[in-house]
């Protein structure tokens, strides 16, 4: 894994475009971006071939403290890796030499309550949690964690991948929940206004925990009639408040040669209703955040992606991620609590079929 070739200089962003907003609700646009602009730019900040390793979750509190989770190898079953940004300096947490722990989700509520989930190779899973001094690990075996939301110290929820899976955190341990229909991703706002997304027999789906229970929202269908086997799905969402949610994802077909296709979803709940939109051009949304000052970015595919800002005002301008050597995967995306900058992080794969193998984790980040 580790590269013996000097760090090769990135370019953070090619293009930038910008679109008007046609949806009511400020939804973007629905057909594909063409005119030019410039504005806030993404940047690495962390990740070189002598690092090595992948990342693959975040969580943040306010701009001294951002956690950055995966492991150490990118190629092989390595071991759990944390890092932190203190606001000056990116630095390799001390956790267990044996932790085998691949974090997939994570949330924090301070920096004396940070959680990470995710599986093991051999096929266990659990919980990690930093309580501002040292790391610890709960056993979640039997397990598939796909989102975890910290809504108090008290109060954190944890959904699995295979639906129907849910435990929650009292303050002194975790305990099984009453569930969600979906569970692909989790974001609330208060132990009232929790709204987890995922897709439910090939419709994109959404439940809401009022506080007692899980409720069914009602969200409209989307035409599946574009294609063969079709099928539309919320990858994430997004929770401004109660009343201003966002969730984005994909419609799915195939066309009459066979051929895969996909087009960006997105959906907003303004309190009452969901409004859906499936844009017109070609791609994914697979995953949003907020951007601290009543915008969004949604990232356009988790491969080589596209950072898309969509203004509060509506403005939407895209920033594409594009590496000279590397392709990009980039799992994790986070806004930075108390100001309007925004993280990603993922994995560098050498491009072509070199001699050395030097995929290495990134971190990216926009405002800081």
Known sequence: M???????????VTSAVVLAAVAACGGPAASEPSSSTRGTEWSAVLGAPDLGGSFSALAATDSANIWAFGDTDAQVDGTTWVYHWDGSDWTRQETPDDWALVPSTA????????????????GGAGVIHYDGTEWSESDQSGFRPSAIE?????DVWLLGAAGEEAARFDGASWSDADSPRVGTALSGTGSDALFAVGTLDRQPAADMWNGEEWVSMDVPEVDLSVGGEASASFD??????????WAVGDLHYKDSDETNNHRPLTAHWDGTEWEVTVEEHAGSYAAVTGDGAGGLWIEKSAWNP???????DGTVTEF???????????????HVPGTTAAVAAGTA?????PEEITD???IFTTGM
């Open 320 to 334: 594409e991620l594009a590496g000279e050597d590397y392709d990009y995967s980039v799992p994790a995306l986070e």
């Open 150 to 154: 910290a809504l108090a110290a008290d």
């Open 306 to 312: 596209v950072m898309l800002h969509r203004a509060a």
């Open 2 to 12: 580790v590269g013996g070739h000097r760090k090769k200089t990135w370019t953070a």
């Open 236 to 245: 994430d969402v997004y929770a401004h408040s109660a009343d201003d949610v």
């Open 349 to 353: 794969h050498v491009k072509g079929d």
């Open 360 to 362: 290495h984790g990134r």
């Open 107 to 122: 949330d924090a509520t301070g920096p004396d309550d940070v959680w990470a989930a995710g599986e093991s190779p051999g």
